[in-house]
């Protein structure tokens, strides 16, 4: 078994990647970082899309990475759940473009939530990451996530599980050292990215997007289905 309270280096990151379930393998460990074009699509796509890359933050000389294994969108200002639905404002700018750049915010106060900004320049829309399969700082992951946080009681990092320290946006970026100053960061940079690692996963779900009070019909919420890192609940739905 994978020791899970060690950073992981290259070999057990490899062995991360094989062990996943269901039905996520490598096929190449060799990472490519995804281009402008990548981003610079129809949100949908790009939300499905970015189920199996691997989000690589650098911080404070530690990297941590994980499997994107649940997204959401959020798709222009007609959308009353995204953030662009009031128009155009100096908070939601990066929403507009350019795409392949970061959207980082505060959430209640409380949690950076980190979204991946998509459409062609000019278009207000962005991918929610919900959840991570941790791959490569599990042990920085852990103590981050067992700190005490605003009052909070600490928690013991070995009482973590692996597939706990980045399920839900808030714990993912905790996990990861995401906070505001990642706002509008570069994705094609070397800080915060997103890489192609021949991940291949199970089927992808779509459902609707949860923790928001309007919108909450649209069926925009992605994940991979039975992955244990995904946010609870799961309510079925479509698979594209």
């Known amino acids: 078994m994978l020791t899970r309270d060690v950073d992981p280096t290259r070999s057990t990151a490899r062995a991360r990647l094989e062990s996943l379930q269901p039905g996520a393998r490598s096929i190449d460990l060799e990472a490519v970082k995804l281009p402008r074009s990548f981003y610079s699509r129809p949100t949908l796509d790009v939300a499905h899309d970015l189920l199996g890359k691997v989000l690589v933050h650098r911080h404070r000389g530690a990297t941590t990475s994980g499997i994107i294994v649940e997204v959401e969108a959020y798709i222009g200002e007609e959308d009353p759940a995204c953030h662009a639905a009031p128009g155009r404002t100096l908070r939601n700018q990066p929403l507009y473009g350019p795409p392949g750049f970061s959207y980082v915010y505060l959430n209640y106060g ?131």
């Open 110 to 240: 409380i949690h950076s939530l980190v979204n991946v900004v998509a459409e062609p320049d000019g278009s207000p829309a962005a991918v929610l990451v919900r959840a991570l399969d941790p791959l490569d700082g599990v042990a920085t992951m852990r103590r981050r996530r067992g700190g005490a946080m605003k009052g909070r009681r600490a928690t013991d990092p070995a009482a973590l599980n692996v597939h706990d320290l980045c399920r839900g946006p808030g714990n993912l970026t905790m996990a990861m050292g995401i906070g505001l100053d990642a706002n509008r960061l570069d994705l094609l940079g070397d800080r915060l990215l997103v890489e192609d690692r021949g991940v291949r996963i199970g089927p992808v779900r779509w459902g609707p997007r949860i923790g928001i009070r309007v919108g909450t019909e649209r069926p925009w919420r992605g994940w991979v289905d039975g992955n244990p890192a995904v946010s609870r609940p799961t309510r079925i739905s479509t698979q594209r």
